[in-house]
């Protein structure tokens, strides 16, 4: 079981930057590909980035491929997600996911068991 809490959401201006942050629970954290998920109202779920159990491998969704970067410290049982030149285009909530699928890599929601609440980001143009 793993629990997990984002937080760092907020508003900014295009161009500006924000740090997300997952804590998870669970003591089994470093065994699970972690995920980045948004969905904006009316829109569906929409994948952003994942990082591998071990932080080896990242995977980016091409609209934020090298804007974004997905990290974790397993020691601290958190994963990252830093935004840069945010786009208005790019609000939402912002959702961290697990999953103990070990196929890379794990872009569908469907492959993910368990899900944070969300936090919001907002940029404005």
């Known amino acids: 079981q793993v629990q997990l809490v984002e937080s760092g959401g907020g508003s900014v201006q295009a161009g500006g930057s924000l740090r997300l942050s997952c804590a998870a629970s669970?003591?089994?954290?470093?065994?699970?590909?972690m995920a980045w998920f948004r969905q904006a109202a009316g829109k569906e779920r929409e994948f952003v980035a994942a990082i591998s159990s071990g932080g080896i491998s990242t995977y980016y969704a091409d609209s934020v491929k090298g804007r974004f970067t997905i990290s974790r410290d397993n020691a601290k049982i958190t994963v990252y997600l830093q935004m840069n030149s945010l786009k208005p285009e790019d609000r939402g909530v912002y959702l961290c996911?697990?999953?103990?699928?070990?196929?890379?890599?794990?872009?569908?929601?469907?492959?993910?068991?368990?899900w944070g609440q969300g936090t919001q980001v907002t940029v404005s143009s």
């Open positions: 669970g003591r089994t954290f470093s065994r699970y590909h």
């Open positions: 996911a697990a999953t103990p699928v070990s196929s890379w890599p794990p872009r569908a929601a469907a492959m993910f068991d368990y």
